[in-house]
């Protein structure tokens, strides 16, 4: 049977089609229905979090919450990432400036930021990458000396932990995505947790045209979401450490048997960080042997991705470019792997060996 790199987890669907009995019922299907606000709350416990708003997906997180910091000119951020957190950037006519990224995390170097920072400066968004927390105590430390907004993208961080707290807490706002590939969905969706009650009803406001009923408060987007995808996020909360523990023991599989005199990875080995095994990546010794394994692979009608490629300092869009050496050459040498709760251990020795055997 194809292997994909990653397969979406369905709850037993007596399970889904009891939460729905409910919209049958009340026939409330979207804005800001019962089931939003029911995983609203379920998730804000859960991730112990003050404010927290479940949007449409991970990518209109970014852009109301780009809005919603009132940011202008240049937002430092990182080229290691997926192309939403650069495009929603773009997409609200800021100005990215790539900061290069450090080799054991991949994420943003913390150490790097202030030598990028200019007067037009006026926000670091950086990405958690497949979970790992970025340099938080540092960033925060730059954002107070130059009075900078902090946003995080942490699309891939749900149910990791840092310091006993959720990757998702840091920051003045932090975006996730619920999408269906990641750890916890809701099909799509996404959500925006922030700490300050004021901020929070401004992200509430442009969720939602900017209006409340009869009141017309400010200019805003669409960037709620069903009852039907809550409902799909109530089913799969309370499987999350499930899945987390299934994904924890292929990616145990994999550590135990891949060749790493031939492979790197990113380190776990961060002071308080306890990971919710969102990806598996390799980073091979060159491209020209990622794209060897990657064939290798198909014949087996296995499908790893590059994940991320390109470094999107060098998106063939943009019509600027910050030399960014290390995330370029990360990018095209790192591969994920398939990962996903009911992988079996098989395959991944399959795979493992496949892989090996081309390195
Ligand atoms: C780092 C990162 N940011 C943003 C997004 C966008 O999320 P969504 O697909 O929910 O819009 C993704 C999606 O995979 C992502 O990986």
Not at 286 to 314: D, G, M, W
Request: with cysteine; proline share 4%.
């Amino acid at each position: 049977m194809a292997i994909n790199v990653t397969k979406s987890f369905l709850p037993p669907i007596e399970e889904y089609q009891e939460i729905i009995k409910g919209i049958w019922e009340n026939t409330w299907l979207t804005n800001n229905g019962p089931l939003v606000r029911k995983l609203e709350g379920q998730l804000k416990e859960y991730l112990n979090v003050e404010h927290l708003l479940f949007v449409g997906n991970g990518t209109i997180a970014i852009q109301i919450a780009l809005k919603a910091l009132n940011l202008t000119g240049e937002i430092i951020t990182t080229p290691f990432s997926y192309c939403a957190t650069t495009t929603s950037i773009l997409w609200e006519n800021l100005q990215p400036v790539f900061v290069d990224i450090e080799p054991k995390t991949f994420n943003i170097n913390a150490d790097f930021i202030e030598a990028a920072i200019t007067e037009k400066t006026t926000a670091i968004m950086a990405t958690h990458v497949y979970g790992r927390p970025c340099d938080v105590e540092k960033i925060e430390t730059i954002a107070q000396k130059y009075n900078l907004k902090v946003i995080y993208d942490g699309a891939h961080g749900f149910g990791a932990t840092y310091k006993g707290k959720s990757v998702l807490s840091f920051g003045d706002i932090t975006t996730c995505s619920f999408h269906a590939t990641k750890v916890f969905h809701s099909i799509e969706g996404g959500c925006v947790v922030s700490n300050d009650t004021e901020l929070n009803k401004k992200l509430e406001l442009y969720r939602s045209f900017g209006h409340k009923n009869d009141d017309y408060y400010t200019m805003g987007i669409n960037a709620k979401n069903s009852e039907f995808h809550a409902a799909m996020g109530l089913c799969n909360l309370p499987k999350v450490a499930d899945i987390v523990s299934n994904r924890r023991v292929v990616s145990e599989k994999y550590d135990e048997l891949l060749n790493w005199e031939k492979l790197q990875r990113p380190s776990n080995e961060i002071e308080g960080f306890e990971y919710n095994y969102a990806y598996y990546p390799v980073i091979l010794e060159s491209e020209a042997k990622l794209l060897q394994v990657t064939e290798a692979l198909k014949q087996h009608e296995i499908t790893p991705r590059r994940y991320f490629y390109p470094s999107l300092n060098q998106l063939p869009y943009l019509d600027f470019y910050n030399p960014c050496p290390i995330s370029e050459n990360i990018a095209q040498r790192a591969l994920s792997l398939p990962l996903y709760y009911d992988l079996a251990l098989e395959d991944v020795e399959r795979i493992a060996s496949i892989i090996n055997e081309n390195l």
